[in-house]
């Protein structure tokens, strides 16, 4: 067998960690199998190499940020492949383009275009277990890029695609995928198995144990995903192809996040374009509009609400001011920051109606008052008061049974 495993920051903090992944990577190469293994920078570097460089420069996207944070990883592979000698093993470091990781060149959040897995085969061939620097890759002029936040996740990802890993197993500080954030909601529960569609919408909708790229990816090449913790031995959750997910699970997951504000322009003339004319400026500029809610007009005129990050919200009022004036002035705009999204996630909601109302009457029973609903077929999320987001997230969870085994949950 071919394993792909993927260490997270948290696993490889110290040398002792770095030490007992060694153990790790050698035991599953005795069981037989051909070991690739894909590194995160040692916990907080990344933040440190970033503070570093933002002392001198404000934007980010930026050459050589990338040469500046890639370099966490560098030290790691370094280490683990060192460590793995040191207990008589083989082992041999993978820098980003000694692994042909050819990537496009926009810097700090590059795309993946294409992997050269010469070098990991012949480091199998030698018996070797080869450790792969995270987060890096090269563009089409050798420049060092990385590839977003979290992006050793993508790495370890695309590496099991591109070699038909038979798993890629993401060693991190948690058990796996909960039902909700065990720190908010005490009585969440580990999934065993959950299919990428729900992985990613759950991971787009605040649950931050995946990075969103690396779920597409298994998704489009079909990549076992095992997310479990190198603290133990436990199995963690299987994010896998919806047919091989078994049970009839109605709802997966509930999640919530913080970082969006929303804005409203109130009486907007109620006739074609307008709409347009508000959110092409503000595409233009790069602002991701996430939820929109148009009134029914009965005045010929109509009110707008929509979210957008909450870290892009004066801008985003600066721009329709700029660009929209005759369509909203300042006294009448008005912007809340001070909102959360809670979402319920499920594959079930496809075929079974039912949960969107389930979700409405549970926070009415908490008295939390819905600012903004939308739906997909696999989601229903509804924009909240922010401080009231840990009753909502617990109210649902429990209100759902999220709390009890799958087959013991009660119909909504
Ligand atoms: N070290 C990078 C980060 O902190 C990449 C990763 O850990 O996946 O975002
Ligand atoms: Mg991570």
């Not at 050698?26 to 293994?37: F, H, K, M, R």
């Not at 798993?167 to 909601?185: H, K, L, Q």
């Not at 790069?286 to 009134?295: K, Y």
Request: net charge negative; hydrophobic share 40%; proline share 3%.
């Amino acid at each position: 067998m071919l394993v792909v495993q993927k260490y997270g920051g948290t696993s490889v903090a110290t040398i002792e960690r770095i030490r007992a992944v060694a153990e790790r990577c050698l035991e599953t190469q005795s069981q037989g199998n051909d070991v690739a293994v894909v590194v995160s920078a040692m916990a907080g570097e990344t933040n440190r190499l970033l503070g570093l460089a933002h002392e001198i420069q404000e934007n980010g996207n930026d050459r050589e940020f990338d040469v500046i944070v890639s370099t966490g990883e560098q030290v790691s592979s370094g280490l683990l492949a060192l460590a793995i000698r040191a207990m008589g093993g083989k082992a041999q470091s993978l820098l980003g383009h000694q692994v042909k990781i050819l990537t496009d060149s926009a810097h700090a959040r590059a795309r993946i275009r294409s992997i050269d897995s010469k070098a990991l085969s012949d480091c199998f061939v030698a018996g070797k277990i080869a450790v792969i620097a995270g987060f890096q890759g090269i563009d089409e002029h050798g420049s060092i890029t990385t590839l977003g936040r979290g992006g050793s996740d993508t790495t370890a990802v695309a590496i099991a695609a591109a070699l038909k890993a038979d798993a890629c197993e993401i060693y991190t500080d948690v058990s796996g995928v909960f039902t909700s954030d065990p720190r908010i909601v005490p009585t969440a529960r580990k999934i065993d198995r959950i299919s990428y569609e729900e992985m990613l919408e759950l991971a787009s909708l605040g649950t931050k144990v995946l990075q969103i790229r690396s779920v597409e990816f298994g998704m489009k090449y079909q990549v076992p995903i095992h997310v479990r913790s190198s603290f133990h031995r436990e199995p963690g959750t299987w994010v896998v192809p919806e047919e091989e997910h078994m049970e009839q699970v109605l709802v997966s997951g509930v999640t919530a996040v913080r970082n969006e504000a929303k804005i409203t322009i109130p009486r907007v003339p109620d006739v074609s374009g307008v709409a347009a004319r508000l959110f092409t400026p503000l595409a233009a500029q790069g602002i991701v509009v996430d939820m929109i809610i148009q009134n029914a007009s009965s005045d010929g005129t109509t009110d707008l609400t929509f979210t957008v990050p909450r870290a892009d919200r004066k801008r985003a009022i600066e721009i329709l001011l700029g660009e929209a004036g005759d369509l909203c002035s300042e006294d009448r705009l008005s912007y809340d920051d001070a909102i959360a999204k809670v979402s319920v996630v499920g594959m079930g909601m496809r075929s079974h109606a039912g949960v969107a109302r389930r979700m409405f009457e549970i926070l009415a029973e908490e008295s939390i008052n819905i600012l903004m609903i939308s739906t997909s077929e696999i989601k229903i999320s509804c924009v909240i008061k922010e401080k009231y987001t840990e009753l909502a997230l617990r109210a649902l969870h429990d209100g759902f049974g999220l709390y009890l085994p799958v087959d013991k949950r009660p119909a909504p």
